[in-house]
């Protein structure tokens, strides 16, 4: 029941943001600079976005946590300490809170404040919003900072309301410790929040038995203390290892390489593959230039990581389980892991394979597959998101003349850059579908979009301009090149969640944009410096 009280009074801004994570706090930080008025609304408590959420246990950032952090300001970068190569969530919402404080941010947002519908007012020129308890904010411009992976896909199985012990999903863990000590505990799911969260359960329940539908390729993440010559190093000079990210492949200081999977020698692809498995992280993933879009290179590593999975796992018939058959290397997230693997050589960890015996229920003390039952004390469902178009569809969006964004987007997102939608005028969709996004450094993706809103905003401003909405033909131009990208990858070869298969009865278009971040932020600077091509532009008052 919603216990909060109805609250009908209207306000009205420059600017209304929708979330407070990392790419909402830096949008209120852009729009104070340009002298426009701006509200965040967020459902949360505090600021964070994702790391607000996911406090599961042994939750992590899978990029370095020298890239993953805001480059806008040096000051900041200089005096702000990261413990180790990756960083644990609550470290990074420790940063999320230090940024808060730094620049004031928190007097300007509104937090349990869930939004659920937001309409255009083509007379007044404004969006309104609308929370759950009828309050309304009015502006002249949406930013929907929403995130990617902030729609938690729901435990539908029968029978949940009458589990007996606590369930937990990973995207929503409470804030208070949870504690498995002496529990018998399942986990549904074998995505990124399961490989994490697997291998610190299993050191508290008495027994854990993982429910695996789908096995993920997962390389060793070998995190451990931020080794500080390396930190003095890159802060000595953080400016250039920040242009270097934010022109790359996939917005971080990787390694990438030039080199075809073809071209080098049997020798030179395994001692290639041994020196990037021994660093660590997504380095594997760009071992060759062509493991994304060629069948053959991407069997190599493919191949070379099931070895890795045998060699890890003692009992060669849950080695077999664990090695993924069914889709490329990299295809679907890969994941990054802290003895992920090893955790099925303890004797109180078991693996269930329910590929071909799905769950059918979740009975009082535990569940049935179609082929047999287990007891537990606690389940935990590691069962992911409703990705990119589910947060923004979870609220009622509506455009011209009241169109539904539900509607326009029923077939799969269409959009313009991924930042705008042809028929919403003064919305933008931060690190939206068909933005690079999900695929690359989400830190550098959500800087490049709030630099290029706020841009757009000074320049709209300066030229007393109040519209600005994407071209239909821009639109679908640069949906067709999406497509193009993408079926150019082997992406499409995976039943992942970039193309919403996790979600049933959802579109299955491919929602990331697939091409190089650095030529994406070429296009998009192009596309300013040519006073928004592809966009209409319209000057007017917009109503008091
Ligand atoms: P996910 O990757 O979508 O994994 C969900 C898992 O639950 C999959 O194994 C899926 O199986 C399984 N599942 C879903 N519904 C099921 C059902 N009805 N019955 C049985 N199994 C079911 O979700 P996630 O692990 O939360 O990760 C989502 C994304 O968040 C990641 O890919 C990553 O981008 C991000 N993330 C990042 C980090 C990090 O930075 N380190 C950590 C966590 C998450 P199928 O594969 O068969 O669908």
């Not at 600017?15 to 790419?23: E, H, M, P, S, Y």
């Not at 190569?85 to 940024?99: K, N, T, W």
Request: proline residues 5%.
């Amino acid at each position: 029941m919603n216990d909060k009280k109805p609250d009908t009074a209207c306000q009205a801004f420059d600017v209304v943001i929708i979330g407070a994570g990392f790419a909402g706090m830096y949008m209120l930080h852009k729009c104070r600079g340009l002298g426009l008025s701006a509200i965040v609304l967020d459902a949360a408590g505090d600021v964070g976005g994702t790391w607000y959420w996911n406090r599961y246990p042994g939750a992590r950032c899978d990029i370095d946590s020298l890239d993953y952090s805001y480059s806008f300001d040096d000051d900041l970068q200089q005096e702000w300490k990261w413990s180790e190569r990756y960083s644990p969530q609550a470290e990074i919402l420790d940063y999320a809170a230090h940024v808060a404080k730094r620049f004031d941010l928190r007097r300007d947002i509104r937090f349990d404040t869930l939004v659920v519908s937001a309409s255009f007012d083509e007379a007044a020129t404004q969006w309104e919003l609308v929370t759950d308890t009828g309050a309304a904010f009015r502006g002249t411009w949406c930013v929907m900072a929403v995130g990617c992976l902030s729609l938690p896909q729901k435990p539908d199985f029968d029978g949940l309301d009458d589990f007996r012990g606590p369930w937990y999903h990973t995207g929503l863990w409470p804030h208070e410790a949870v504690d498995f000590t002496g529990m018998k505990v399942g986990v549904v799911g074998t995505g990124s929040s399961a490989i994490q969260s697997i291998p610190q359960i299993a050191k508290q329940a008495s027994h854990l038995t993982v429910f695996q539908r789908t096995p993920n390729f997962s390389v060793p993440a070998w995190n451990g203390p931020l080794d500080p010559e390396r930190e003095q190093e890159v802060k000595a000079d953080y400016a250039v290892f920040r242009e270097c990210a934010r022109w790359s492949q996939s917005g971080y200081n990787g390694e990438e390489s030039h080199e075809s999977g073809h071209e080098a020698s049997a020798n030179r692809q395994r001692s290639e593959l041994e020196r990037r498995w021994a660093v660590g992280g997504f380095t594997v993933l760009s071992t060759f230039s062509d493991i994304g879009n060629d069948l053959e290179v991407n069997k190599i590593v493919a191949d070379f990581a099931h070895e890795k999975i045998r060699e890890r796992v003692n009992d060669p018939a849950v080695a077999d389980l664990l090695c993924p058959k069914n889709h490329p290397f990299g295809t679907k997230r890969l994941c990054v892991d802290i003895d992920y693997y090893e955790t099925y050589n303890r004797e109180n960890v078991t693996l269930v394979d329910i590929k071909d015996a799905p769950i059918e229920r979740i009975t009082p003390t535990g569940l049935a597959t179609s082929s047999g039952s287990y007891e537990f004390d606690a389940i935990v469902f590691a069962i992911g998101f409703d990705a990119m178009t589910g947060p923004l569809l979870n609220i009622d969006i509506r455009g011209r003349a009241g169109e539904p964004l539900r509607d326009k987007w029923e077939e799969g997102p269409q959009s313009y850059l991924g930042l705008t939608v042809a028929g919403f005028p003064n919305m933008f969709t931060v690190t939206g579908p068909q933005s690079p996004s999900v695929l690359t450094n989400m830190m550098s993706a959500v800087e490049q979009h709030i630099e290029w809103i706020s841009d757009c905003l000074g320049y709209l401003k300066e030229n007393g301009l109040t519209l600005i909405e994407a071209e239909g033909t821009s639109e679908n131009d640069w949906v067709r090149h999406n497509e193009e990208v993408g079926n150019a990858t082997l992406y499409p070869l995976a039943n992942s969640w970039y193309v919403g298969a996790n979600i049933p009865g959802k579109s299955s278009a491919f929602m990331p944009y697939a091409g190089h971040f650095g030529e994406y932020r070429k296009l998009c600077d192009e596309i300013a410096a040519d006073d928004y091509r592809g966009f209409k532009l319209e000057a007017g008052e917009p109503a008091a």
